[in-house]
């Protein structure tokens, strides 16, 4: 499926609970929306979730 088409699909969604619901609705299903395109990612193979907890290499200043 073409990043289009899950474009309108989420678009439309918005579209859907901007007018039916309130703005509470509306924000509701882009916070649920963005939380399964992270999932989907992580699903797809394309995120690690050892990035999130890994800490940073601290470089050394004192010379």
Sequence with gaps: MSMAVVGLGA???LGFA???GRF??????AALGAVGFIAGRFVD???ELGGFF???ERVDRRR
């Design 11 to 13: 678009g439309m969604a």
């Design 18 to 20: 901007g007018y039916f």
């Design 24 to 29: 509470g609705a509306f924000l509701l299903v």
């Design 45 to 47: 193979g394309d995120l």
């Design 54 to 56: 890994r800490s940073r």
